[in-house]
């Protein structure tokens, strides 16, 4: 028997469907070469499910989804819909799908190659070369802990959040960024608070136990978020993968993704459940949709991660090779465009990966 993956393809709005459409013809020309194939379901999500369903996630949509090996989804929101409030929002689709596939773990490599140092707001030295992979831990942490609330009136009114984790969830996101560093350079950096927060404390100590019982053979260094800030501005080569919950991770992310100089190179997946979610860390670029300006590198590489969590990481590195290639051959979009480079379109950038790939 072949190997076959069964895909939910969500190309949601904007220049969602058009990346959609680039990665889906590199996928099936690397699959073809390394012998496996994926059978595509697409269905509505975001904008384009309000639309025809009046919910930005359907349930059915939910269904197939849990169902199939793998979700690739393009971008979600847009003008059209931005009068919409609550449940009805797009984003909010995106939320229901992550908290249904259970995805804890937000995954968000940036590497910046040679050819596109140039590019970046810090000098081409400090990023040539520059490959570094966030996991962030995404269900938990400040952002859903509880007790959090507002009381009071005039001066005397009050908020509070509260940062918790468990035992258990500061293990199953660290598993995933050990699992990760075993892949890559073999360096995990957990990020954490230690110094001032009990629940960074527990954090730390949680990680250092794991390591020391599973992960021995990963190399393990520990910053305060503060350090971590400014060593991703001094010196972020350092770094192979960083492990943090989800306020530093949030905060953390952004600024690596910033490095390269343009939103149009990063993927992302959300994982941790039976299915993941792999999606560009851009989002529907109204400004530019349906002009065939879209950079489709960001989705390309969701969908090499896509093979990389399939154990496909043949056909997900030919696909990294490819966008490399075509790069140093200087081919660019309108976001990295530069004297001396190539202008592509979407659809051609599409061809030139798949043929390099
Ligand atoms: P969202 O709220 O969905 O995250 P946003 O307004 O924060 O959307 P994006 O849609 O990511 O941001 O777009 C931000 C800017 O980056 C826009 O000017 C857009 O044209 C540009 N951009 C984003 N993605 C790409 C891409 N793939 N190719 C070229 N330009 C892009
Ligand atoms: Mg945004």
């Given at each position: 028997m072949s190997r076959s993956y069964n895909i939910t393809l969500l190309p949601g709005d904007g220049i969602g469907p058009e990346v959609i459409a680039e990665s889906v013809k590199v996928l099936d020309a690397v699959s073809e070469k390394a012998g496996f194939s994926l059978n595509y379901t697409e269905q509505n999500a975001g904008g384009a499910a309000i639309d025809a369903h009046?919910?930005?996630?359907?349930d059915s949509v939910v269904e197939t989804c849990k169902k199939s090996d793998a979700v690739l989804l393009g971008a979600v929101g847009g003008p059209k819909w931005d009068e919409l409030t609550g449940a009805m929002r797009p984003e909010s689709g995106l939320l229901k799908i992550r908290k249904e596939l259970g995805a804890f773990a937000n995954l968000r490599p940036v590497t910046v190659p040679e050819s596109l140092a140039?590019?970046?707001?810090?000098?081409p030295e400090t990023v040539a070369g520059l490959d570094l992979f966030t996991v962030r831990e995404l269900t938990?942490?400040?952002?859903?802990?509880?007790?959090r609330g507002t009381e009071g009136e005039g001066d005397e009114k009050k908020s509070w959040n509260t940062m918790v984790y468990s035992v258990a969830e500061i293990k199953r996101v660290a598993r995933v960024a050990f699992e990760w560093a075993r892949k890559r350079r073999n360096k995990v950096t957990s990020v954490d608070k230690a110094n001032v927060l009990d629940v960074s404390r527990l954090w730390r100590d949680t990680v250092i136990e794991l390591h020391a019982a599973e992960y021995s053979d990963v190399e393990l260094d520990h910053l305060y978020i503060d350090n971590a800030a400014m060593q991703m501005v001094v010196?972020?080569?350092?770094?192979?993968v960083i492990l943090t919950g989800n306020i530093f991770g949030d905060i953390l992310s952004d600024a690596s993704a910033t490095l390269g100089g343009s939103l149009g190179l990063l993927p992302s997946a959300s994982v941790g459940g039976p299915v993941g979610i792999f999606e560009p860390v851009?989002?529907?670029?109204?400004?530019?949709?349906?002009?065939?300006?879209?950079?489709?590198f960001a989705m390309i590489l969701s969908a090499a991660m896509m093979l990389d969590t399939l154990n496909e990481s043949d056909a997900a590195n030919a696909i990294r090779a490819g966008v490399d290639k075509v790069l140093a051959d200087g081919y660019r979009s309108g976001d990295l465009w530069k004297e001396g480079n190539t202008l592509a379109s979407t659809t051609e950038l599409g061809d030139l990966v798949k043929d390099a790939a």
């Amino acid at each position: 028997m072949s190997r076959s993956y069964n895909i939910t393809l969500l190309p949601g709005d904007g220049i969602g469907p058009e990346v959609i459409a680039e990665s889906v013809k590199v996928l099936d020309a690397v699959s073809e070469k390394a012998g496996f194939s994926l059978n595509y379901t697409e269905q509505n999500a975001g904008g384009a499910a309000i639309d025809a369903h009046s919910d930005p996630m359907p349930d059915s949509v939910v269904e197939t989804c849990k169902k199939s090996d793998a979700v690739l989804l393009g971008a979600v929101g847009g003008p059209k819909w931005d009068e919409l409030t609550g449940a009805m929002r797009p984003e909010s689709g995106l939320l229901k799908i992550r908290k249904e596939l259970g995805a804890f773990a937000n995954l968000r490599p940036v590497t910046v190659p040679e050819s596109l140092a140039e590019n970046s707001p810090l000098r081409p030295e400090t990023v040539a070369g520059l490959d570094l992979f966030t996991v962030r831990e995404l269900t938990g942490g400040i952002y859903f802990g509880e007790p959090r609330g507002t009381e009071g009136e005039g001066d005397e009114k009050k908020s509070w959040n509260t940062m918790v984790y468990s035992v258990a969830e500061i293990k199953r996101v660290a598993r995933v960024a050990f699992e990760w560093a075993r892949k890559r350079r073999n360096k995990v950096t957990s990020v954490d608070k230690a110094n001032v927060l009990d629940v960074s404390r527990l954090w730390r100590d949680t990680v250092i136990e794991l390591h020391a019982a599973e992960y021995s053979d990963v190399e393990l260094d520990h910053l305060y978020i503060d350090n971590a800030a400014m060593q991703m501005v001094v010196n972020p080569r350092q770094f192979d993968v960083i492990l943090t919950g989800n306020i530093f991770g949030d905060i953390l992310s952004d600024a690596s993704a910033t490095l390269g100089g343009s939103l149009g190179l990063l993927p992302s997946a959300s994982v941790g459940g039976p299915v993941g979610i792999f999606e560009p860390v851009h989002g529907s670029a109204p400004d530019i949709a349906g002009q065939g300006k879209a950079n489709p590198f960001a989705m390309i590489l969701s969908a090499a991660m896509m093979l990389d969590t399939l154990n496909e990481s043949d056909a997900a590195n030919a696909i990294r090779a490819g966008v490399d290639k075509v790069l140093a051959d200087g081919y660019r979009s309108g976001d990295l465009w530069k004297e001396g480079n190539t202008l592509a379109s979407t659809t051609e950038l599409g061809d030139l990966v798949k043929d390099a790939a």
